[in-house]
Structures are given as structure tokens and as C-alpha cells.
């Protein structure tokens, strides 16, 4: 049961290129959002269609990958954890992030 714990598989659509960080010693971060999709009918019996977005970062390899290959609009699938972290932003306010952190990408499609 460990292999189960805090474990995200998306498929998805890319939103944006992906934005790159290299730090000192050529580490690098790569962010970008993954849109998924989801259908349904509802009580009329029509087809609604409803589009998460979720934030990814990824380090180091996978971030290279991301950023030698993956662009706007590609599907791509990632395999990573959920992360939760709080920032204050440049007015004071404390924000909140939930994010994914991606440790494996597959490119799909073409």
C-alpha cells in the first residue's frame, strides 16, 4: 500500500508554453498547466463538458524534457505527487498553491 500514497496521473493539454528557471549549477524548473477534460450528461440529458487546469512543476531531467519538447496546446501525460505551499505576496497577502510535482512525462499524440 506505500506505492499508493500522494500519487497524480494526468492526461492532458498544455496551456501555455512551459516557463523555464535554470539556477546556479544548471538545475532547472520547468512550470507550466495541464487542462483535463470531463463530460456528462445532465438532468436534461444534454452533454456538458467541464475543463480542470492544474499547475505542474517539474526539476531537474523532467524539466529538461519539458522544456526540449513539450509546448502549447501538446498532450502530454505526467505522473508526480500533490503539493500544498503558502507564499506572501508582494502586497503582504498570503496566498496558497496546490500544485503537482511531476517526476515523469510521456509526450502523446503528434
Known sequence: MNA???RVQLIGHVGNDPEIKTFEGGRKLANLTIATNDSYKNDKGEKVEQTEW???VAW????EII?????KGKEIAIEGKLTHRSYEDKNGEKRYVTEVVANEVMLLGK
Request: aromatic share 6%.
Open 4 to 6: 499508493m500514497k500522494n
Open 54 to 56: 492544474h499547475k505542474v
Open 60 to 63: 531537474g531531467k523532467t524539466a
Open 67 to 71: 522544456e526540449k519538447y513539450v509546448t
